[in-house]
């Protein structure tokens, strides 16, 4: 009987100890340190991992501005890194030299003129006929009547005196003769650097391009900006074609491509000289070094076009003097190019000739005519549709490019 006594109270006590032990976890709970899980809930929320992209939305929604914990300094750690907008990547130009290796490829592969000299000369004794069949070849590239009686005369002279036959000699005979011609001591630089005007102070080296509608005068325009651009050069674009839409629109992709400004007018068929005068003026005040302006390029017969062109010359030359006007000609337009070259230069003093399309030696000649014609170089080449299909023209690489 006692011994279920002391049980009872012995079991009552064990109670009592359980009870009191739930009250003091109950009293911390409510006032007390935070639980393990009630940590986790109250701590700063954690950091974008390192690979969250750049410029992600925070998921959170709010301003996108992170609250780290201080650190150990009490500074506080930076939040997400501001990155600018990357600027265009420009194109940069293929080398000249490479360029000029690339006509001498395609000359080679369509060669004709080198080709039919280099196999006539090359008999052991030469007829009237052959001699024929080398003056039809000539004027055939388009080399011109005045230059190819010149040609003709050297290499009769040279066919009797040195009596070559190896055709090493006679390719050196003819490089020589041809190189005579084409004339590389002509000054075929363009006249691109800034100057000082007539109240003195500085202004831009002034481009005009002129050219027959459909020669690639525009894109030529383009494809030297990148030249310029790679060299650089703060270039300038002046949209002065104002009648045709389609003009002003190719000139500003090409401005777009290498990152030059283009001066145009919202309106079609706006004052040339205007937009022109606008270009040089908004190229002055920006210190840039070259503006090229773009001409409309109607049928050359038309008066109206060569008192335009007249027109804008003086007009652009009232804020910078023109350092050049370069003349687009397609070279497989053969003499009728040569006509252009001729009107136009009475209007504008042409000071280089672009020849573009000169990737086949059918026309080559044209180099040696139009210079001859005019007495002013042939400064580019064009030798494709490509970006870097314009080459400065150099007459030895030209000569050999035929001969190839």
Known sequence: MIENIWLYLLLGLLALVVLGLSLVAVGRRRGGAPTAPEREQEAPPARPPETEPEGAEPSGGGTGVDTAPPTATGTVEPEATVTEPAQPVLDRPEAAGSRMARLRSRLARSGTLGTTLLNLLSKDSLTEADWEEIEETLLLADVGAGPTDDLMAALRTRARVDAAQEPEQVRAIL????????????????????????????????????????TGKTTTIGKLARLLVAEDRDVYLGAADTFRAAAAEQLTTWGDRVGVPVIRSDREGADPASVAFDAVRAGR?????????????????????????????????????????????????GQNGMRQAQVFAEVVDVTGIVL???????????????QRELGVPVKLVGLGEGPDDLAPFDAEEFVDALLT
Do not use: F
């Open 175 to 214: 490089r020589t003769e041809l190189l005579n011609i084409v004339d590389p001591d002509m000054d075929r630089s363009l006249s691109i650097d800034a100057g000082l005007g007539d109240d003195g102070e500085p202004h831009p080296a002034t481009i005009l391009v002129v050219g027959v509608n459909g």
């Open 285 to 333: 005040e920006a210190g840039a070094d070259v503006v090229m302006i773009d001409t409309a390029g109607r049928l050359q017969n038309k008066s109206g076009l060569m008192d335009e062109l007249g027109k804008i010359k003086r007009v652009v030359s009232r804020s910078a003097p023109v350092a050049e006007v370069l003349l687009v000609l397609d070279a497989t337009t």
């Open 356 to 370: 573009t399309k000169l990737d086949g030696t059918a026309k080559g000649g044209i180099v040696v005519a139009v």
